[in-house]
């Protein structure tokens, strides 16, 4: 049980790269966090800092409120799941999960129950005397993850566990491991680049770019109100559609709200309707279909606009200039090449400023 | 495999039987050599089925040794070459896997020039360095002993190499998980490499047993005394004699038991020597 507050935390490699560049974050006790980002965001350098497997360059490091910077991997109070799980290939799943505790010179009785007790959480019971290369995917992750409960630590960290894993059963651990660490009710740091997963499993979800934190918090909440147009396009999918309010057509339509000084406007897929009508209060879109994609539910309708403009700040998902994502229930499917009008409520546009860093609220 | 079809499948089957016949008719002959009486073999007259002296020739060449040149029983030699082939297996096995886990999972200054030291004496064998090494052992008073016979071809680059590759492949996450699961160096070394170790070293200890129980040029130059003698050194003694007939019959028992324990080493660990060279478990 430990609170985890990285302060100002600085990584820089010895040929100068900085991988880090100041991150501040506060996992309250037996929370849950997310650290989610494109691929060299550094948020598994920040995790593997956080283990004590990477050197802390600058700032602080503090588990259940002791300074770690300078701290043995193995003296932190934490365990690992590592992504291509790192089982002792040569023990047994019972040594494989014993070995820990056995170094640590516990008693022969306690390491027996404590490794049988995770083993009938995790249902290896019968596998206990197997070697890892006996064992399917799904089961070598759950041997790593009793390896890191049996423990007891303070902490548990999470590099990726699940990207080795085919979809169907990386749902299901999914599931298995929030039920998990909601049960043992212990604090929990996950590194994953896959959006889904950290919108579900997070309580604190950290959105990771470059080396720095792009957004903290409550998973819907930066769904909701997305900091940045790095946060806007990042999490949710398809991706937030963004635009530059510089057209006249777009101008217009927000003259008035406030937010004429916005330089970018987002809109998600999901807030459009198709509709001929014009509303009150909102933002019409006329647009040509170009393509749809129908996946049962919903309908993913892709569009160009009329008129085209320039290009947004390099952003991943980013769309195509001119190109809007429209979801309309599964239902519906325009043809075609055919001229719609989309609208989305006032309420529901997200304003940035023209280096998408900053949210304008309207 | 392939399969062929009747006649073709013939063909093949002796083209490897011609083969076998080739590899092994000098063995069968210094098999059937060993069981003969000498007179029978100094006169060209020696038949092609082993004769009927294989207990006493045999006796003979472990017991007692040959009447001439080398008076030393072959038993003994067998016993000083094993004792070299195991010193020099197992030590190059343990100073080379030392090595090379400093090397790959330590950093120290001069990391790499140590690395290219240790890689550069592959170009160095005992033949080359003969005289320093013989002025070193002389100087150490290691002539005539199993130390002299097997320390100079201890330090091994090879060895090294091969360690240092496998060492290369092991995941990382392993050593982190180790270190997570409070392993220290020595530990993660005897609890996880060593173990993975295992196909690998195995492997290495049959190529250098061979390699060490087929030593000749070596054991020739330090050793003096007849009891220190190997069977390599042994053998070639015999063959060479002065004045008397050279007793061919003891010359080729000696041969016959020189191939034996080679033989046996393969043979024993022939699975984990294969699995060694294909398998990576990991």
Known sequence: MANVTLRNVRKTYPGGFEAIKGV????????????????GCGKSTLLRMVAGLETVTGG??????????QIEPADRDIAMVFQNYALYPHMSVFNNMAYGLRNRGMKEAEVKSRVDEAARVLELTSMLERKPRQLSGGQRQRVAMGRAIVRQPKV???DEPLSNLDAKLRIAMRVEIRKLQRRLNTTSIYVTHDQLEAMTLADVLVVMNGGQVEQVGNPLAIYEK??????????????????????????????????????????????FVITDQTPADGVVLPLTVEAIERVGAETFVYGTRAQDEQRI???PGEL????????????????????IRVAAMRQKLHLFSGDGRTRIEA | MVEEEGFRRYIAHIILWIGIAIVAFPVYIAFVASTQDNALIANGQMSLLPGGHFFEVYYQTIFVGTSGSTREPVGNMMLNSLVMALLIAVGKIAISIISAYAIVYFRFPFRMPIFWIIFVTLMLPVEVRIYPTYKIVADLHMLD?????????????????????????????????????????????????LPLSRTNMAALFVILFILGWNQYLWPLLITTRDDMQTIQVGIRKMITTTDALTEWPIVMATAVLAMLPPVFVVVAMQKLFVRGLVETEK
Do not use: H
Request: with cysteine.
């Open chain 1, 24 to 39: 501040n974050v506060d996992v309250g006790d037996g929370q849950f966090c997310v650290l989610v980002g494109p691929s």
């Open chain 1, 313 to 315: 700040a390099a952003n």
């Open chain 1, 156 to 158: 548990f960290l999470f």
């Open chain 1, 60 to 69: 602080e490091i503090d588990i259940g409120g002791r300074i770690v910077n």
């Open chain 2, 145 to 193: 002993s199993y130390a002299g016979l097997s320390l100079p071809l201890i330090a091994s680059a090879t060895a090294t190499l091969l360690f240092r590759q496998f060492f290369m492949t092991v995941p990382d996450e392993l050593l982190e998980a180790s270190r997570i699961d409070g392993a220290g160096p020595l530990r993660f070394f005897w609890d996880t490499l």
């Open chain 1, 226 to 271: 997305p900091a940045t147009t790095f946060v806007a396009s990042f999490i949710g999918a398809p991706p937030m559609n963004l635009m530059s309010t510089r057209p006249e057509e777009i101008r217009s339509q927000l003259a008035g709200s406030g937010a004429a000084d916005a330089g970018i406007l987002g809109i998600r897929p999901e807030d």
């Open chain 1, 320 to 339: 195509p200039p001119g190109e809007v994502i429209v979801r309309i229930p599964g239902s519906e499917a325009p043809p075609i090449g055919e001229k």
